[in-house]
DNA sequence: CTGAAAGCGCTTACAG
DNA sequence: CTGAAAGCGCTTACAG
């Protein structure tokens, strides 16, 4: 044994993972790498991970349908968290492997999912604004077809219906871009007619809102109330700090990479049944913080 | 081979990296795999290794001695992209892998590096201070060892004393509360002794100084010109929008990639050299927005 | 050109 | 308990 230390031997990882028919790897995959929501995710997926003796894959999963394809396939992963529920149910599906969903999801995927309650979630930040007097609402949501984005809206709708307030949507997607060009449709708006609080489908969108209503000469909140989604690590800096939904993004990848783990173990029949209960939830929450206040009287911009 | 497309074959990718001594993968070695500093490098990388048809793998680079180690030795990847410099030159000169290394550097190891000169970008930043008539100048510095901070703060101090500006460094460490403990100490300063420019080590860093010395009263550019270095995606969206050393991180990130993957090839002898030039620099440039205006005499905040 | 054999470096089941 | 053999699923070099 000594021996083996002194030359420095190290097993090769191929020939074990061969002959053990297993990849000792997780694969992640999200719709795309570089949004600040996931890295948070990433980094704590990476940690449980590590700590189980796995390695980490990733991958954006908007890759062409091969490549994703194989991804699942080759072998060399053991299981998947997948962040992305736009995928082909074929190929999500056909992965022969432990997965779990996490934050988006598909109801065609067989796989158990991790995340929040969007709707409910939509409804706070509704509520929210309810509070402060506001009647006019608008939603600048996310892309028509992704799942979360659906949630929120109709968590906006059916809260803002019960209210009994007068609730609009501008279609966006996500992006700073989007919430700039809703603020910009917004300020068209007549006076008289302009929401006076935005529920914003994320927190770079809200960003976005209230930066281009600032350098078009309104005020938040003073002018507009803006409520983010995510509660990113910027939020509580930006000026005005941003009222939004928290999601316990560390959390969330901690718990889904457990899982998988336990379902890896599960199915090499190594410990006896999961160590996380496969019922536990994720909360998200207001956080209330300055760029939301009483509604005024709408009123123009100082330009 | 009709047959065999029909039955749904795939090769298993463990055999075939082990007959073929390579594992069609890289590897990606990031300090903090949440900064979102990375992120867009990450995207880059994981896009140019695929079209390569290489996996990316990623691992946060403090995750101890033993472990990271055996991640460049098990065979598990092909190439590495180190995107720190404080790992022990032991480790990373004894793994025998195709290595590049990104952003951050360490002269201990033997390996190529691709970045931007850091030095000369604080000096611009200095510059566009001095050329706006601040005198006194203040650097909110990253990490004590880190080789990024190191030479943006030479690089701070020597542009101040070539120009004869009155110099000052506190000690932070990148993140959005050193900034804003930086905000703190510089208010506790006499009027007269208060710098009226700030050149922060990174954006996150300047964001925290911004935002607190706005919540003290303070009014950016007014009384205060701050500067961040890095230029990520929200800087130019906040507010003010912030003045910045931008740095090309998708590019960086697609440059590094390549070359890596080039390495790979040269070293089984596919293709003929490397397509990229390997002195091939990367250009960081002073990005004005609105966080930095002309210097005001110092007086003391509204509270 | 085609097909069977050897071998990549491990792990595991089994014989001694 | 110890040690030799078989085999994981491929690729490659070689014999026919």
Redesign the pocket.
Known sequence: MRAVSETG????A???D????RARSILILAPNLSNTFFSRIFAAVQEEASAAGLTVQISDSRIGRDRILSLGHD?RADGIVLLDGGLEPEVVNGWQLPLIQLSEWNDAYVAPHLGIDNHAAASLAVEHLAELGHHSVMHVSGPKHNVLAVARRDGFLAESAKRAMEPSVFSGDFTLEAGAEAARRWARLPVLDRPTGVFCASDECAFGFISESVHMGYTVPGDVSVIGFDDIDFADRFLPALTTIHQPRAEMGRIAAKRVIDMIRCLHREGLGPSEDPTQSIEASLVVRSSTGPASRGRDAVT
Chains 1, 2 share one sequence.
Do not use: F, I, K
């Not at 061969?18 to 028919?21: A, K, N, S, T, V």
């Open positions: 031997y190290r097993v090769n191929a020939a074990r061969l002959r053990q028919r072998g």
